[in-house]
């Protein structure tokens, strides 16, 4: 299991001092917190910026906790851990059929939620590990180090681009269609294009294959989109 200063944990909560007590927990165990104080940037943040797990108020405004984790859940495995008021039994009970992985009741003890987080990231589908490193062909990729090379040649890689080789890494042998591309690499908040994704394998092709125009890593399928079938190691 990666340290836990590489996870990045995304808090919705709207009642300020609750979010800044909780920030500062997190983040003097190592965590990378996000926050936001409503549902609908929680549910912006958490698409676009792919935490490795979300702590979800249930009470926020603008969208409720349950709709944000429904919507969620939706389409995507990220762990989900629910804060809930003393007394809402219904809540719980909704939270988890809503897809939520656990809840912690108000008030708790920050210590509790802490190893509940620790718990449900150890859980947590290896898939959704952060990658380390991975190798196919004649590439290898050092994440952490965001760093590449080929036959042994540096590589370099926009922060976007190594997004997307990333996404592409863990959905390995996945039909990528543009739009998920875009909503899952780029998010919601930039409004790019499909012609992004397009140009981005293009460039992505031109430093990981032997030859772009006939790539073996990254395939078109037409009218569909991309698969990734580098298989390697992590
Ligand atoms: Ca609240």
């Not at 990666?2 to 909560?13: G, R, S, W, Y």
């Not at 196919?136 to 036959?151: I, K, P, Q």
């Not at 998920?180 to 790019?192: A, H, Q």
């Not at 790539?215 to 037409?222: D, E, N």
Request: hydrophobic share 35%; glycine share 8%.
């Amino acid at each position: 299991m990666p340290a836990e200063t590489n996870f990045k944990i995304l808090i919705v909560e709207d009642e300020a001092d609750m979010l800044a007590g909780l920030r500062d927990n997190f983040e003097y165990e190592g965590y990378q917190v996000i926050a936001a104080k409503d549902g609908e940037e929680g549910l912006r943040r958490a698409n676009g910026e792919k935490p490795d797990l979300v702590i979800l108020d249930v009470m926020l405004p603008k969208m409720s906790g349950m709709e944000v984790c429904k919507k969620l859940r939706a389409r995507s495995r990220v762990p989900i851990l629910m804060l809930t008021a003393r007394g809402q039994e219904i809540d719980k009970v909704a939270g988890l059929e809503t897809g939520a992985d656990d809840y912690v009741t108000k008030p708790f003890s920050i210590r509790e939620l802490l190893a509940r987080v620790k718990a449900l990231l150890r859980r947590s589908d290896p898939g959704r590990q952060p990658i380390e490193n991975y190798s196919f062909g004649s590439v290898t990729v050092d994440f952490t180090l965001h760093r590449a090379t080929r036959n042994g040649k540096p590589l370099e890689f926009s922060t976007k681009e190594l997004d997307l080789l990333r996404y592409f890494i863990l959905h390995r042998g996945e039909t990528l269609s543009r739009d998920r591309l875009l909503e899952d690499v780029w998010g919601y908040e930039n409004y790019p294009t499909t012609r992004t994704v397009d140009t981005h394998v293009m460039k992505l092709r031109q430093k990981v294959e032997d030859d772009a125009a006939h790539p073996r890593f990254i395939l078109t399928l037409h009218g569909t989109g991309y698969k990734f079938v580098g298989t390697g190691a992590n």
